[in-house]
């Protein structure tokens, strides 16, 4: 039972866990960002902003209780020059997690985190977006309602298209002279063989009465 025991453990043991937040924060330090998963980030925050809090006060204590987490002389260093200067007056919260949506691999949710006085502009949530992440069976059915989408406008342009190409043909069938030439051919026609069938009839009377 875990009763009253807080924090993540991270599937680790206590020395790896450790030593896995040390690493991540020496990473936040180094390049001010980094993208690692939700749970990580959740138990790196509690773990590297005392160091900053801490940062704050340039004294020979605090950097021996700092070196005491970090194990590392350059990222000490700049985080009591650097990032001190950097952090001010700023009373705590100095870290940003922003949700990155699931990892393609594994399916793990992933997580931004950042120091905010280096990026003063809060990015979008990239969850809200849809553009990463989410099941194969989302993605379909959004690409089905687009080419659905495309589909309908296309039917539409061509349902707009037929009557301008009824309309043209009947006016080239009316301005063509060979039309109008056909035209006046087939009456024509129909009356030649009325009358051929007329002359028949009555050659066929003449020769009954002879």
């Known amino acids: 039972m875990r009763h009253r025991k807080k924090g993540n453990k991270l599937g680790r043991t206590s020395p790896h866990r450790k030593r896995t937040l040390q690493a991540l924060s020496n990473a936040l330090i180094e390049n001010k960002k980094i993208t690692t998963t939700v749970a990580k980030a ?24 700092v070196f005491r987490h970090l194990q590392n002389k350059e990222m000490v260093t700049e985080l009591f020059d650097e990032v001190a200067e950097r952090v001010g007056d700023r009373p705590g919260g100095y870290t940003r997690v922003i949700k990155l949506g699931q990892r393609s691999g594994d399916g793990a949710e992933l997580a931004l985190v950042e120091l905010v006085d280096y990026n003063d502009v809060k990015p979008a949530d990239a969850t809200g977006g849809g553009s990463s992440g989410g099941t194969r069976r989302g993605s379909g059915k959004g690409r089905r309602e687009e080419s659905s989408s495309e589909s309908g406008t296309s039917t539409e342009e061509e349902q707009t298209a037929e009557p301008e190409t009824s309309e043209a043909k009947d006016e080239d ?13 087939e009456p024509e026609t129909e009356a030649d063989t009325a009358d051929s069938s007329e002359d028949t009839e009555e050659e066929s009377d003449s020769e009954e009465e002879e």
Do not use: C, G, M, W
């Open 173 to 185: 069938a009316t301005d063509s002279p060979d039309a109008s030439a056909e035209a006046e051919s």
């Open 42 to 65: 959740k138990e790196l925050r509690p773990f590297v902003e005392p160091l900053i809090t801490r940062a704050k006060e340039d004294t020979e204590h605090n950097r021996r209780q």
